[in-house]
């Protein structure tokens, strides 16, 4: 079992900069890959961003490619998702998960739409104009 939580959401003006972290506790040392994802209001949950524990290596979503940067610190068992110049449509409640997969499953696995792993609460993150 792992517990994730996450903060660091909250309103900023677009063009602003956030960061988010994930907490994470538990059977850390069995993890194969931490990531981010998002669910605006009426929309379904989306990936953002992804990280392997092991060698940190990253994977991002084309629409925050160049904005975005997935972290981790290996110590601290917390994964960071450094947001800048934030739009409108980045807007939503961003969720980390974690997962024990290797980092080629674990993104077929969001491919197919079958990714489980554990789960955090969600941290809201609000963009004004």
């Known amino acids: 079992q792992v517990q994730l939580v996450e903060s660091g959401g909250g309103l900023v003006e677009a063009g602003g900069s956030l960061r988010l972290s994930c907490t994470m506790s538990?059977?850390?040392?069995?993890?194969?890959?931490v990531g981010w994802f998002r669910q605006a209001a009426g929309k379904e949950r989306e990936f953002v961003a992804a990280i392997s524990w092991a060698n940190e290596n990253t994977h991002y979503a084309d629409s925050v490619k160049g904005r975005f940067a997935i972290s981790r610190d290996y110590g601290k068992s917390t994964v960071y998702l450094t947001m800048n110049n934030l739009q409108i449509e980045d807007a939503a409640v961003y969720y980390c998960?974690?997962?024990?997969?290797?980092?080629?499953?674990?993104?077929?696995?969001?491919?197919?739409?079958?990714?489980?792993?554990?789960w955090g609460q969600g941290t809201q993150v609000t963009v004004s104009s």
């Open positions: 998960n974690a997962d024990n997969l290797a980092p080629n499953y674990y993104m077929s696995a969001i491919q197919q739409g079958q990714l489980r792993g554990f």
């Open positions: 538990g059977r850390t040392h069995t993890l194969g890959v």
